[in-house]
Antibody
């Protein structure tokens, strides 16, 4: 089955760190760009970060630049998001999403999503 | 950054109605516009990509059109299972991918 499964969410204090994982199965993970998108409960979708299929390039939303790091292990078919210096406003459900077009150039079309993992930042 | 303005923010319609949602970009984004459906407690689902292309497996009652700054998403005949929030999303300005604020569709 083609799927993405996130894990690693939970409750963390402001200033703390958390690492999210996204396990991919059923498709050639190493061929696809991957993204993280978050959603504050009851609010809209916000793109967070992207990584090329080979991990050579990354991109971040201004709101997380310098605090979050996206990475991947293609041998383990797993995407990661290391979140440091967490703030109250980082509280959200975090989704990993696959970019629709395989290969080096990707796109910006998110055709496969995980179920999400909730990150709560609170003292 | 490119801003995406969706309207309306909420919409009440009846089964069988034709429903239209619009999305306006703050600058020209060519055809780089996608539409997603999100049901409560679920992940978003891709419906339309590149403004007018129907994703595989998505019913043909869903359609999209537009180019440049003005885009339209249409459900030709509303079904009860279409109750959801719909989002547009641009990908012209990489790597900044921007979503609209969403349109909550109710019956």
């Amino acid at each position: 089955e083609v799927q993405l499964v996130e894990s690693g969410g939970g409750l963390v204090q402001p200033g703390g760190s958390l690492r999210l994982s996204c396990a991919a199965s059923g498709f050639a993970f190493s061929r696809y760009w991957m993204h993280w998108v978050r959603q504050v409960p009851g609010e809209g979708l916000v793109w967070v970060s992207r990584i090329y299929n080979d991990g050579t390039r990354t991109g971040y939303a201004d709101s997380v630049l310098g605090r979050f790091t996206i990475s991947r292990d293609n041998a383990k078919n797993t995407l990661y998001l290391q979140m440091n210096s967490l703030r109250d406003e980082d509280t959200a459900v975090y989704y990993c999403a696959r970019d629709k077009r395989p290969g080096h150039y990707g796109s910006g079309i998110f055709d496969l999503w995980g179920q999400g993992t909730l990150v709560s930042v609170s003292s | 950054d490119i801003q995406m303005t969706q309207s309306p923010s909420s919409l009440s319609a009846s089964v069988g109605d034709r429903v239209t949602i619009t999305c306006q970009a703050s600058q020209d984004i060519n055809i780089y516009l996608n539409w997603y459906q999100q049901k409560p407690g679920k992940a978003p689902k891709l419906l339309i990509y590149d403004a007018s292309n129907l994703e595989a497996g998505v019913p043909s009652r869903f359609s999209g059109s537009g180019f440049g700054t003005d885009f339209t998403f249409t459900i030709s005949s509303l079904l009860p299972e279409d109750i959801a929030t719909y989002y547009c999303q641009q990908y012209d300005n990489l790597p900044q991918y921007t979503f609209g604020q969403g349109t909550k569709l109710e019956i």
